[in-house]
């Protein structure tokens, strides 16, 4: 099957490709493995009402780390997070919910969990590439694929409760 969000950018090709290559980019600059990106795109995913890259992320998140990570990440519960999920799940709800209001202590906590300036901000275009891409997706009504929510852990898709309901 084609997902939606695979049509939506069939539009222009060129801007997905190119979007893909700026998001790899940042992930490899901020060093940053597949369980720290399911923290950073469910968290992002969560903070922006998005549930098709919370449904996508939050099982991919369950897979790497367990369904009890994916779903406190999802849920905002930081306080039962590992410290650097805590500090890449934090910032990330930060950076979407009011960037202007992220302090020298978010960014302390970020080094406290093992990231360098260079890898912060990296971290940072990675979240914001993530939040790009979910909102056209959503702009443009891609809602997430019956396949899509079928395939994710029962507790993922339990705990996705907003935006577009799959269909």
């Known amino acids: 099957y084609v ?3 695979t049509r939506v950018w069939a539009h222009a090709p060129e801007l997905h490709e190119q979007w893909s290559q700026a998001v790899a980019a940042a992930a490899s600059a901020a060093g940053l493995g597949f369980r720290d990106k399911g923290v950073l795109v469910a968290a992002t995913a969560s903070e922006m009402g998005d549930a098709y890259c919370a449904l996508a992320w939050g099982a991919r998140l369950a897979s790497a780390a367990g369904d009890d990570v994916a779903v406190a990440v999802l849920q905002g519960d930081e306080a039962a997070l590992a410290d650097r999920d805590r ?3 934090t910032w990330a709800r930060r950076v979407v919910g009011d960037p202007n ?3 020298r202590g978010d960014v302390d906590a970020l080094r406290a ?3 360098d300036d260079r890898q912060i901000l990296a971290a940072t275009v990675y979240v914001a590439l993530r939040q ?4 056209v997706n959503d702009a443009l ?7 899509l929510a079928a ?17």
Do not use: H, I
């Open 3 to 5: 997902m939606r969000a």
């Open 87 to 89: 500090a890449l799940a």
């Open 101 to 103: 209001a992220t302090t």
């Open 113 to 115: 969990a093992g990231l």
């Open 132 to 135: 790009a891409f979910s909102t």
């Open 141 to 147: 009504g891609a809602a997430p694929d019956l396949r």
């Open 151 to 167: 395939d994710a852990p029962e507790a993922v898709r339990d705990a996705v409760r907003w935006g577009r309901a799959p269909s």
